[in-house]
């Protein structure tokens, strides 16, 4: 695992890195590019939750704004280790621990084969959820989830019940290939989810 990179700052938060693994194939996604363009990100090996946890805790905190569950893969493949790194931190008492967020596609329940929304009452601060489409059909266009229109259900759902346990819950899409009505209808779709609405920049 040498020269894999666990942590990293990005716009001054924590981003935590722990796997490569994903369930889609988004059609913006830099993935598909030569591993070693991607620098230590990509993961030669999954680091242990005991080897994540001592990278946080080796740093000065208060440095940063967020600690981020964000990586080139999917944080949820890792979901029941990611639960466990938020008990760890929470009971660690650092005066300098900030707010802890979660960047997922919203299929962690799928993925884990069981409600996982309610597991992250008192872990996780924010969540934020890539929708990228404001329906099924320019969803599965740009996200190809590997299980299809179930991919699609299942990340409304994790919306739906993320906002009954989590403090913060926002929907994002990137900015790609996006007219302004597009836009607009998944604002509404967000806001009528219960969920705040962000959209990132491409590239």
Request: a negative charge.
């Amino acid at each position: 695992m040498q020269g894999d990179i666990i942590t990293y700052d990005y716009f001054g938060s924590l981003y935590i890195n722990m796997t490569n693994r994903c369930d889609c194939h988004c059609v913006f996604c830099i993935r598909d590019e030569d591993s070693s363009a991607l620098g230590g990100l990509w993961l030669q090996e999954e680091p242990s939750r005991e080897a994540v946890l001592e990278d946080i805790l080796s740093k000065d905190l208060s440095q940063y704004s967020e600690i981020v569950f964000c990586g080139y893969g999917e944080p949820t493949c890792r979901a029941d280790d990611m639960l466990w790194l938020c008990d760890q931190l929470h009971a660690a008492k650092r005066a300098d621990l900030p707010p802890i967020r979660l960047n997922t596609n919203g299929h962690g329940s799928l993925i884990n084969h069981r409600n996982i929304a309610p597991e992250l009452k008192g872990r996780l601060d924010a969540v934020s959820v890539s929708l990228n489409g404001s329906n099924q059909e320019e969803y599965l266009r740009l996200t190809r989830p590997g299980s299809g229109e179930k991919g699609w259900d299942a990340m409304l759902d994790f919306v739906r019940e993320a906002v009954k346990y989590v403090p913060r819950v926002m929907v994002t899409i990137v900015d790609y290939d996006k007219t302004p009505a597009e836009i607009a209808a998944c604002r509404a779709l967000a806001e009528g989810l219960g969920a705040q609405f962000r959209v990132r920049p491409y590239g």
